[in-house]
């Protein structure tokens, strides 16, 4: 029965990209200046009325609109009177484009066998052609941190832009860190719809000793000036150690959390923490030690049984009155479609709207090595951004009319809208995004 199951989501899957996938946007070939909307920059600033241009691709002017005086025929104006204006949003840790159908294993490209893959490379498994991205950049998630999983070292992630022809016009940043996989002093059985007992994980100390001997391995291969035998995983690993790439630990308790930092600093590395349920509770460890953070889906249930019950919430909040930079993440591809709904979820506990907007753009980008180029509404940085008609954290108002990457012109529609439109004139009725 589940294989038959299976076999019918395939062909689902199969027919659904046999059709026309979606054009990428077309290079920018005239200036183009955004009128009049609320301008939420990413860097916790706001213009009430501003005017944001855009050439080749660069954003040339982010200023007041009422300070400036421009000759419009030199402009495509967009007026966007009453309508928002922000940065494209950056999904950290997600499995776009590399996993189609979660219950047919053939759509999914995110793993590889064994325990230690560094050089395993989420860049060429990706795929332009997803039927998931359109749905994604829907609400506003423009650029992806694709990401590998599974084993200890699952692999390199990249970031790439929602628009491309393939993986070589997509990508923004090429094998941006590795992932580790830190493991848990505790294990519960059974599954997510029936958890069984926790217990003790036995083999904890163990397991922590084999990751310390493929980093000393991987250290001291770097280290030497002709290896006689080229190491594929210990050369993915020598940007680690020079900074050219961030290590990105998946960790969750509190304790797990600040040895799995210490344990980096031995080496060198300032990590960053992914997940880090827990981290609410060490806010104050992680700012000293200057660690980044990509959260766990807000919209969760804390650690503990004996937590308060709205702790996930409130964790942002933490986070940002104790200055520890950090963005929001979810696992997973199409769930990305949610992500701003989560820091709208934190803005109901107590985070400034700005800050949590930086924690979708601004701060995702420092976390991940690319706030020089992306992330906010500077002048200078690449014009990938979005109008919203209204508030794009809330659910009941998002909706996109415009979104750019590098000046590209994105097409917004996706299948979910299509079928929608499909119902609707069935019904004779008007069946809302």
């Not at 749905?135 to 084993?151: E, K």
């Not at 040895?259 to 992914?274: D, M, R």
């Not at 601004?362 to 014009?383: F, H, P, R, W, Y």
């Amino acid at each position: 029965m589940k294989s038959t199951y299976s076999f019918i989501l395939f062909l689902l899957f199969c027919s659904g990209i046999m059709q026309a996938q979606q054009t990428p946007g077309p290079e920018q070939t005239k200036p183009i200046i955004i009128m009049n909307a609320t301008a939420h920059l990413g860097n916790g600033k706001v213009i009430e009325n501003s005017a944001i241009a855009f050439e080749n691709g660069k954003l040339t002017i982010v200023a007041d609109a009422r300070t400036i005086k421009l000759d419009m025929s030199k402009f495509e104006v967009v007026r966007a009177e009453g309508k928002h204006v922000y940065p494209g949003f950056i999904a950290p840790n997600t499995q776009i484009g590399i996993r189609e159908i979660d219950a047919v294993r053939a759509t999914r490209d995110d793993r590889e066998v064994g325990r230690f893959n560094p050089s395993v490379r989420s860049l060429i498994a990706y795929n332009t052609d997803s039927r998931v991205t359109p749905t994604i950049r829907t609400n506003g998630i423009l650029l992806a941190q694709v990401t590998p999983l599974g084993g200890t070292v699952s692999g390199q992630s990249s970031v790439m832009m929602l628009d491309g022809w393939n993986w070589e016009d997509a990508v923004l940043q090429e094998d941006d860190g590795v992932h580790m996989n830190w493991p848990a002093p505790f294990r519960r059985g059974g599954w997510w719809a029936a958890p069984g007992p926790i217990t003790k994980n036995d083999r904890y100390d163990d397991q922590i000793e084999d990751i310390r001997k493929f980093m000393d391995e991987a250290l001291a291969y770097t280290k030497a000036d002709k290896p006689s035998v080229t190491n594929l995983k210990f050369e993915a690993m020598k940007g680690i150690f020079d900074g050219s790439k961030k290590l990105y630990i998946h960790v969750n308790y509190a304790k797990t959390i600040m040895e799995a930092v210490l344990f980096a600093e031995e080496y060198g590395i300032t990590p960053v923490v992914v997940g880090a349920k827990d981290c609410g509770s060490i806010a104050d460890f992680l700012k000293e030690h200057g660690v980044g953070v990509i959260l766990h889906a807000v919209q969760g249930l804390p650690v503990r049984e004996y937590d308060d019950i709205d702790l996930p919430f409130k964790t942002p909040s933490i986070l940002e009155k104790a200055g520890v930079t950090y963005c929001f993440g979810m696992t997973g591809a199409w769930e990305q479609r949610n992500l701003a709904f989560q820091a709208g979820q934190a803005v109901s506990y107590g985070l400034d709207y700005e800050a949590a907007i930086k924690g979708l753009s601004l701060n995702a980008a420092k976390v991940m090595g690319i706030d020089k180029q992306c992330g906010s509404l500077e002048t200078g940085k690449d014009a990938t951004l979005f109008i919203a008609e209204g508030d794009v954290l809330d659910m009941r108002t998002s909706k996109l009319s415009h979104a750019f990457i590098q000046g590209r012109k994105i097409d917004l529609d996706n299948k979910q809208r299509a079928l929608a439109r499909k119902f609707s004139d069935k019904l004779g009725v008007d069946i809302e995004d």
